[in-house]
């Protein structure tokens, strides 16, 4: 099988909201067993039909990078993170449905891999209002995810949903909410699986076919991969 083009997208968030198990269903379609925390960052790839089911398709790898550590982390780990957030094509941001700091975090996750590493004003101030300028000019794609669904009780479900539903809406981007413990909410021609394949599709779309071909400068892109095979790696 001939070497397929690939993207670079970050997956980035507080530590424990699920990120690992995230990206081992997107992945792998399966369920994390006994998930651990992340050290430096671990890599794993997903195989994505650009336009699939048009004249257009064609298959790419997507690497999914899930970078571990804290965001309030000192200024000496932020600099070791940031050798990770070099040409990068588009960032997931993952948050805990259940805990609403994992979500402001966001905001400061979404700041440092764009080399913006400023006070998000929107965590500050007491009416949660984001000033959404700080992004204004940002062309790499990012789709915010909140996991742990199950866990919020139905009667609590609309309130909580309604207020992540700004955090999509501040960094202009799709929203998908979901139990990584549960296939069932990325089964195929759902409407998670339609936003995940717009969502990939578009940072296809913004490397290879914009004019800008927009991604984060950094380091030269690493060889692709060949083979047809899923491969994980880890960088400690």
Known sequence: MASLDRVKVLVLGDSGVGKSSLVHLLCQNQVLGNPSWTVGCSVDVRVHDYKEGTPEEKTYYIELWDVGGSVGSASSVKSTRAVFYNSINGIIL????????????????????????????????????????????????????????????????????????????????????????????????????????????????????????????????????GGGTLKSFHYD
């Open 94 to 225: 993952v948050h805990d449905l259940t805990n609403k700091k994992s979500s402001q975090n966001l905001y400061r996750w979404s700041l440092e891999a764009l080399n913006r590493d400023l006070v998000p004003t929107g965590v500050l101030v007491t009416n949660g209002d984001y000033d959404q300028e700080q992004f204004a000019d940002n062309q790499i794609p990012l789709l915010v995810i909140g996991t742990k669904l199950d866990q919020i009780h139905e009667t609590k479900r609309h309130e909580v949903l309604t207020r992540t539903a700004f955090l999509a809406e501040d960094f202009n981007a799709e929203e998908i909410n979901l139990d990584c413990t549960n296939p069932r909410y990325l089964a195929a021609g759902s409407s998670n699986a339609v936003k995940l394949s717009r969502f990939f599709d578009k940072v296809i779309e913004k490397r290879y076919f914009s004019r800008d071909s927009n991604q984060i400068p950094g380091f030269p892109d690493r060889k692709r991969f």
